[in-house]
């Protein structure tokens, strides 16, 4: 894997996985497509996510909450 091992939390709340439980990710900007957009060809307007991509299973979560912050992990 190419990117940096994060762990995120929101506020307090640590954020871990919801198939493995581990809690170290890979994190990714997710472009969260309408179809109208598409259609009027102005899918880069759309709203952004946060991918969070499990580092141990590859299970994706998304997240929209501006909260959420990613601190670097040492696996």
């Known amino acids: 894997m190419g990117a940096k091992p994060v762990r ?3 506020g307090e709340m640590r954020i871990s996985c919801q198939v493995c439980g581990s809690d170290v990710f890979r994190e990714r900007e997710v472009k969260l497509n309408s ?3 598409e259609f009027m060809k102005m899918a880069w307007a759309d709203e952004a996510a946060t991918g969070l ?3 141990k299973c ?5 997240f929209v909450n501006r909260e959420i912050r990613l601190h670097r992990a040492d696996k």
């Open 8 to 10: 995120a939390v929101i």
């Open 35 to 37: 179809f109208g957009m």
């Open 53 to 55: 991509i499990c580092w």
């Open 58 to 62: 590859g299970y994706v979560h998304l």
